[in-house]
């Protein structure tokens, strides 16, 4: 089983504030990334992808990958109440098969 | 344009019972997952399909679930007997032919 680690499992951070959130991952074929959040109650909504090593910024949110290092991550500027979720990494191989998840994040933004 | 529709949306059963769980994939989506995920975890493949043939079912425990796509469009998880175990919520997505995954807002299930 191909493996995504997610790190830290929870984070918390003040209204305003910066959420970083990191993944490894295990198999240097991994191509294709994604950022999803849930919200409770919901099923997994795509945020963000990030294919291209270096940093993609769409809004507040910003992926930033380094295949090499076998890295991605995900910066939240001016945190706001509406971000508090469950934030998954997902990679996949070739983009039109399996995606792998991690364990995810929960992120709490305190007003 | 509709998201992809799972019913029901909540399930309790006792163990050894039988549960089926529905998905309708966004149209036009030729790549249909079924997702299990535990409570406080990431999804995990079960199956996926491409049109109606089943492209990966290692991680599908083949004793007791079972999934079809017979049309190439809705598909159907069935769990026989279930256990205490099976605990989670069950999640389709689609995909078309490009590195994204829509997912269904899940039926969660709970075996007592």
């Known amino acids: 089983q191909q493996k995504v680690q997610q790190s830290p499992e929870s984070l918390i951070v003040p209204e305003g504030g910066m959420a970083s959130l990191n993944c490894t991952f295990s198999?240097?074929?991994?191509?294709y990334f994604w950022w999803y959040r849930q919200h409770s109650g919901e099923g997994p909504k795509a945020l963000m992808?990030?294919?291209?090593?270096g940093d993609k910024k769409e809004g507040r949110f910003t992926a930033h990958l380094n295949k090499a290092s076998l890295y991605v991550s995900l910066h939240i500027k001016d945190s706001q109440p509406s971000d508090s979720a469950l934030y998954f990494c997902a990679k996949s191989n070739t983009g039109y098969q399996n995606f792998y998840f991690g364990k995810g994040t929960s992120l709490t933004v305190i007003p | 344009e509709a998201g992809v529709t799972q019913s029901p949306r909540y399930a309790v059963l006792q163990e050894g019972q039988a549960v089926s769980f529905w998905c309708d994939p966004i149209?036009?989506?030729?790549?249909l997952y079924w997702y299990q995920q535990p409570r406080d975890q990431g999804p995990q493949l079960l199956v996926y399909?491409?049109?109606?043939?089943?492209?990966?079912n290692s991680q599908l425990p083949s004793d007791r679930f079972s999934a079809v796509r017979p049309k190439g469009t809705n598909s159907t998880l069935k769990i026989q007997s279930a256990k205490q175990g099976d605990t989670a919520t069950y999640l389709c997505a689609s995909s078309p032919r490009a590195p994204e995954v829509f997912f269904g807002k899940g039926t969660r299930l709970t075996v007592v």
């Open positions: 149209s036009g989506h030729d790549t």
């Open positions: 198999d240097r074929n991994s191509q």
């Open positions: 399909f491409r049109d109606e043939a089943v492209i990966d």
């Open positions: 992808s990030i294919f291209s090593n």
